[in-house]
């Protein structure tokens, strides 16, 4: 065997006929599961753990990456993804984090999902978080992030300055369109100045 073909990926990583590495070969999440939490304490980063308890998921070591929803990913319920977490484990996640001490200061996190009705193609996560908006306005944002980067991969023709409930309905109108969400939390400011924080997240599971 030649010092090339040696050193060759093709000669360790098993391809499928899509050209790409099989499913069980790849580091690919098979689920994911969404969730929220807030948490107030006088020391900012203990207001981020307790953000994270409230969350249910303080018992991983998380690893935040970008915006990707992967092919045939399965949507769990809160309490069937908390089930396969262990303490310790390393967990990969999509978060949207805002704290603030400013009294009464409105802040929110939310995470924006969508989907394509072809369980074959990848869709899109969006992590949103801001100061000064309602819950509402900060999850319908994050949806729209996502759906806009979606819409934009399968070519959908849309104009992107026409506020979100009218671009909704035209997604909602699309085929190739499977389902939009988000997930937000939000909060004010402690009376007294202490940190809160709010968490929103999209936990994968492999």
């Keep these: 065997m030649s010092k090339k073909s040696e050193h060759s990926p093709k000669g360790r990583i098993k391809v499928g006929e899509s050209g790409y590495p099989e499913m069980h070969d790849m580091f690919v999440p098979k689920g994911i599961f969404f969730t929220n939490g807030v948490g107030v304490h006088k020391d900012r980063l203990s207001s981020f753990e307790l953000s994270l308890r409230d ?4 018992k991983a070591n998380l690893v935040t990456v970008s915006s990707i929803f992967p092919p045939q990913c399965v949507e769990l319920t809160r309490k069937q993804g908390e089930k396969l977490i262990r303490p310790g484990q390393i967990v990969h996640c999509v978060m949207a984090r805002q704290d603030t001490n400013e009294p009464n200061r409105l802040i929110a ?3 924006g999902l969508a989907r394509p009705t072809d369980q074959n193609m990848y869709g899109y996560l969006s992590e949103h978080h801001s100061y000064g908006e309602t ?3 900060a999850g319908e944002y994050a949806e729209d992030l996502a759906a806009t980067m979606l819409a934009t991969t399968l ?3 849309f104009d992107p300055e026409r506020a979100w409930n009218e671009r909704e309905q035209t997604f909602k ?3 190739t369109f499977l389902k939009t969400r988000n997930i937000v939390q939000s909060a004010e400011g402690h009376a007294k ?6 968490v929103a997240l999209g936990v994968f599971i492999f």
């Design 55 to 58: 969350a249910g998921i303080e």
């Design 109 to 111: 996190a939310s995470i």
């Design 135 to 137: 819950a509402r306005k």
């Design 155 to 157: 070519g959908i023709d």
């Design 173 to 175: 109108m699309e085929k």
């Design 193 to 198: 100045g202490h940190w809160s924080t709010v």
